[in-house]
């Protein structure tokens, strides 16, 4: 069964901090932004990438850390392929900027078609990995554990609706994890962004969802669902009484990144400007209290760190879409 690479992440988290320390600039660049940053979120309003990013964009204004706005723009469509093929067209542009999810991998490994090539790209700063956990509504009182889950959704069979965000995304290869392990067969229904995958839980128009907390936490804090394993290493200070997978025997563990990405042919000096940035960011109190509400993982990583990071995660990812069928 398939584990996320934390030991090399730890390695490259560590060589991408004595990066940080010796391989940027100090402050006051010879380049700076001359007009507004096109902040492409690759998926749609409310989910946890869209509200990491309007968070950040909060930040770099109220403490005036550019000279210029940062704006947000969503572009979902086709599971994050109209945010990559944007950001190709925009090459050697030092004005756009693109937060990802883990579709920066699984998406062009399935659309081969698209021309996209992550290697391409200018490696500036994962902020965070965000964390999954299995869900459902809290009006299911017979479901309370995973035996009561997996009872609940074979007696359902193929009307179990198991909602997620785009197809062959973060949530369908969870979804097929669980239909796999627990020899479920639960329908995938695929929304163009997080929030909504949580308001159609919350609303008991699906069944189940692999939401992120920081997409779920609204209705979880009210009451309206509940957690009952997660996909992490360890359980997390939010979810003290959630049980991971790996405690209840499934040895698997998955994590999303919050990267920010620049276009392909980036000046240095702006790829120098945007990583000082986006540490600058990372440090500010704003974004360790966002991080610890919202159970956000993983250290800082930058340039050839995170180059490194996306390649073995590219890796890893094309190995489980062949498990699923979707690539050869």
Same mark, same amino acid.
């Given at each position: 069964?398939?584990?996320?690479?934390?030991?090399?992440?730890?390695?490259?988290?560590?060589?991408?901090?004595?990066?940080?320390?010796? *391989?940027?600039?100090?402050? /006051?660049?010879?380049?700076?932004?001359?007009?507004?940053?096109?902040?492409?979120?690759?998926?749609?309003?409310?989910?946890?990438?869209?509200?990491?990013?309007?968070?950040?964009?909060?930040?770099?204004?109220?403490?005036?850390?550019?000279?210029?706005?940062?704006?947000?723009?969503?572009?979902?469509?086709?599971?994050?392929?109209?945010?990559?093929?944007?950001?190709?067209?925009?090459?050697?542009?030092?004005?756009?900027?693109?937060?990802?999810?883990?579709?920066?991998?699984?998406?062009?490994?399935?659309?081969?078609?698209?021309?996209?090539?992550?290697?391409?790209?200018?490696?500036?700063?994962?902020?965070?990995?965000?964390?999954?956990?299995?869900?459902?509504?809290?009006?299911?009182?017979?479901?309370?554990?995973?035996?009561?889950?997996?009872? &609940? &959704?074979?007696?359902? /069979?193929?009307?179990?609706?198991?909602?997620?965000?785009?197809?062959?995304?973060?949530?369908?290869?969870?979804?097929?994890?669980?239909?796999?392990?627990?020899?479920?067969?639960?329908?995938?229904?695929?929304? #163009?962004?997080?929030?909504?995958?949580?308001?159609?839980?919350?609303?008991?128009?699906?069944?189940?969802?692999?939401?992120?907390?920081?997409?779920?936490?609204?209705? %979880?804090?009210?009451?309206?669902?509940?957690?009952?394993?997660?996909?992490?290493?360890?359980?997390?200070?939010?979810?003290?009484?959630?049980?991971?997978?790996?405690?209840? *025997?499934?040895?698997?563990?998955?994590?999303?990144?919050?990267?920010?990405?620049?276009?392909?042919?980036?000046?240095?000096?702006?790829?120098?400007?945007?990583?000082?940035?986006?540490?600058?960011?990372?440090?500010?109190?704003?974004?360790?209290? %966002?991080?610890?509400? #919202?159970?956000?993982?993983?250290?800082?990583?930058? *340039?050839? &760190?995170?180059?490194? %990071?996306?390649?073995?995660?590219?890796?890893?990812?094309?190995?489980?879409?062949?498990?699923?069928?979707?690539?050869?």
């Amino acid at each position: 069964m398939f584990k996320s690479y934390r030991t090399f992440t730890k390695l490259v988290c560590a060589i991408g901090a004595s990066a940080i320390l010796v *391989g940027l600039p100090a402050v /006051g660049h010879a380049w700076e932004p001359i007009k507004p940053v096109e902040f492409v979120v690759m998926a749609g309003k409310g989910g946890g990438a869209d509200k990491a990013v309007r968070l950040i964009q909060s930040i770099i204004a109220s403490e005036k850390m550019a000279p210029v706005p940062f704006t947000p723009i969503n572009k979902p469509g086709g599971s994050g392929a109209e945010a990559l093929v944007h950001l190709k067209g925009k090459t050697g542009d030092n004005h756009t900027l693109m937060f990802t999810l883990n579709s920066f991998y699984t998406t062009p490994l399935r659309q081969p078609g698209l021309g996209i090539d992550i290697a391409t790209f200018t490696p500036v700063a994962r902020m965070a990995e965000d964390t999954f956990l299995l869900w459902v509504n809290s009006d299911r009182k017979d479901i309370n554990n995973i035996e009561d889950f997996v009872k &609940a &959704a074979k007696a359902k /069979g193929s009307n179990w609706i198991m909602a997620g965000t785009g197809k062959n995304s973060e949530d369908n290869l969870l979804t097929d994890f669980l239909n796999k392990a627990y020899g479920l067969n639960m329908k995938y229904v695929p929304y #163009k962004g997080g929030g909504k995958v949580a308001k159609e839980l919350a609303g008991n128009n699906a069944d189940s969802t692999v939401n992120n907390p920081s997409e779920q936490l609204g209705f %979880y804090e009210a009451g309206n669902t509940k957690a009952l394993a997660a996909f992490t290493d360890k359980r997390l200070p939010l979810f003290p009484d959630t049980p991971t997978f790996k405690e209840l *025997g499934k040895d698997y563990v998955y994590y999303m990144q919050r990267t920010v990405v620049g276009a392909p042919g980036m000046s240095k000096e702006a790829a120098d400007y945007y990583r000082e940035l986006f540490t600058r960011v990372f440090n500010s109190d704003k974004w360790q209290d %966002y991080r610890t509400k #919202k159970s956000l993982q993983g250290d800082l990583l930058t *340039g050839d &760190a995170l180059m490194s %990071y996306w390649k073995t995660e590219r890796e890893v990812h094309r190995v489980m879409l062949k498990n699923m069928g979707v690539i050869k």
